[in-house]
């Protein structure tokens, strides 16, 4: 009798100390799946740097000088830029108000549930694009104030108006005002204060500083929303979103800064700035991220941020800004609900996937409660 419960007891302690595989099993595959996260947070950032940089740099190497480029030449060149940005607008467009709105109001009703019936949801999305659009009129003011007056805020993408830049135009108008991608100059009926060659100076260089820093000011919170992914799937299909205009707008910048006289080192400092600012927001998102852990309502409010963001960008930074190019409205509209209906179709397609792989991880919760259940049964009898 007493070996039969000696025996119990070496049995029971066995268990102990080597614990059932399958438990073993879904401990290392929780583990996986985190690293498996942790990975595409660094690979996903790092291929957007490289990637930008590429395309940011081509001009240097297949831009010809402006006068050897034929006028159907330039338009044809505007209007595909113009059609790629367009795209990439609905791409973000529907990745704000498809993907991370929603996934921030899920955090909202978690916390707040029935108490309250004000919308936190819409309200942060909103502080987030007025933080962005306030971030923006600072920068434009601390660093263009003096280069111009009683301007408007058109942009265009189109060639011309970069090879405007290269016939010495600027000479002849002091009134200039640089603006987002490259140097806008206004006609302007009345004569201005500055003169020629402030003018001239000042198209390198405030054109040039204006143009990276409010360009980057962006891309660090298009990397923020990149950072507080919490699935790999949803951390790629962020990123493919965010290079689809991100690259169009480093190759415009590019060759804004190519035509203009600028000389290689100066046009690579720039793209490397504007290239790095992505990774440095995803980095900041995931630092955040790894912070608070998993208080679902920082997240929500992240992710509210971060699609106020986007759709600023979207409307101000994207699709406001072809309105001034030679690209037909109907071919602009066709553009953007291409690229929101193939964001649409990833969307569905990321989110089947992240549906199996969460019954796939509930059924192993289930499995592993049962093992132990199994062993404490065993133990007893």
Known sequence: MRSSTSSQED???????????????????SAGSLAELDVSKILAPLLLFCLTMAFGLCPILIVKPPQKKTAASQTHNSKLIAFTACVGGGVLFATALIHIIPEARAGFEHHVHDHTTFPW???????????????????HACLGHKSHVNEDHGHSHSPQVIQCATNGEQANNP?????????VFNQ??????VNAAEAKASTVSIGGLITVAALSFHSIFEGLSLGVQLTPARTWLLTLAIATH???????????LCVSGNGKMYVLVNIFIFSIMSPMGASIGALAQSVIKENTLVVAILNGIAAGTLLFVTFFEVLQKQKNTSLHGLLQLTAVVLGFGIMLGLGRLVAVLSQDQELEESVRRIQVPSDEHKMSIFAVT
């Open 246 to 256: 991100k690259l169009a707008i480093a190759f415009v910048v590019g060759f804004g």
């Open 188 to 193: 302007m009926e009345s004569g201005g204060s």
């Open 11 to 29: 049995t029971l302690m066995k268990n102990v100390r080597d614990p059932p595989k399958r438990t073993k099993m879904s401990s290392a595959h």
């Open 121 to 139: 949801t819409e309200f942060v999305v909103c502080v987030g694009f007025l933080i962005v659009y306030l971030f923006d009129e600072i920068v």
């Open 175 to 183: 009134n200039i005002k640089p603006y987002s991608h490259f140097t």
